[in-house]
């Protein structure tokens, strides 16, 4: 048992030792711990970043630290050459903006145009640069859905000198072609190929200021639709008879809101999904006096034509993203059929029919049906 122990620990040492990571060094910037190579040229940057608009929800912060050999990002080191021209830059990412972590996503540092996306503190996320070419980081900060959807959010700013990023690049000269991890550790024939350790603190060259205006209104939250009176004579003349439109009115002030959708509940019934046995998807609600009438109500959005299918209501957590697709899309329907814009208030027209229940004749009477529904807008 004593062998058997003391084999396996040997082999833990030895994977520990093959695998060791290339930043083997403590260094405190800016009063975040980084870790760096031992013996290799090691300067401090500075760069404060302008931000660009990308929608109503994010910011994108890019800065370009132009070409690599400037700046000793990467140096000129005497009897070393790179016949390729080609640096690999290490690369890490270590987020200062605990404050603003509530509002947004994840970040995550993108370079050269999305070539790489840079994601944390990870080891072995490289960039391959050649001579003469700039090297540009995207910050991308896009606010939370969640955060968007669980309430109206007050304006949310960071202010200009807001601490972005600490980044911390460590260039390597290589001549390895490829652009895996194993080219990046592969041997040049040169013991010493580290070039250069940069740590650089990333601040906002101005303010960004997140405004929103997005809390939708309906029109009248709570309708009562009085049908038209028919006869029995109409209900079995025809397939369906109308009783009444309504309309559904919607007013989002401010310019944030672009799209919203709409789902129906049978309040009475909530898991009815508007069938009828042996005819079908049309739109039914429950109704107790069905069985007495021997008649349904039917819904019909007056735009499409189509009869509406019922769902229960997405739960009100606040995650709501986007319109949903495929199997989940059932009952989730556009309500606005354009784009909307600043102070539109956009309608929605639904008909009301009357219909008898197949192989039966309908009877005098009343019949009333209940549903609710809920608007979601992104």
Known sequence: MK????????????????FKPSFSFAYTFEGIDVGGPSGVPTQEKYISANYNRVGYNEVVYRWNIG???????????SGVTNSTDRFWLEIKYFDTQDKNSQYFERRLLEVNNHLVTIDGTGPYQFAIVDRGESLIFDLRLKLKDTFLYNSTPADISIPANTPLAII?????????????????????????????????KVTSANEATFSF????????????????????????????????????????PGGSVKNAYILFTDALFPENTGTLPSVGAIGRLHSPETANTYTVLSVKDSVTKQ????????????????????????????????????????????EVYY???????????TISAKMTYNIYYD
């Open 67 to 77: 070409e690599i050999m400037v700046g000793d990002y990467c140096k000129r080191r």
């Open 213 to 252: 205006a997005r809390t939708c209104t309906l029109e009248d939250n709570n309708q009562t639709v009085k049908l038209k009176d028919v006869t029995v004579k109409e209900l079995n003349e025809n397939d369906e008879v109308l009783g009444k439109t309504f309309d559904i009115g919607l007013n989002c």
């Open 355 to 365: 219909r008898k229940l197949p192989n039966k004749t309908p009877k005098g009477g």
């Open 168 to 200: 911390t690049m460590l260039c390597v000269d290589k001549t390895t072609s490829g652009n895996t991890v194993a080219d990046y550790q592969a041997n040049d024939n040169r013991a010493y190929k580290y070039n250069s350790f940069s740590m650089i």
């Open 307 to 350: 009869y509406l299918t019922y769902r229960q209501p997405l739960i009100a957590n606040g995650d709501f993203f986007n319109k949903p697709t495929g199997d989940q899309a059932a009952g989730f329907y556009s309500f606005n059929q354009e784009a909307l814009t600043i102070n539109q208030k956009p309608k929605h027209r639904y």
């Open 3 to 18: 062998g058997k122990i003391i084999h396996w620990f040997i082999s833990m040492m030895a994977l520990v030792i093959l």
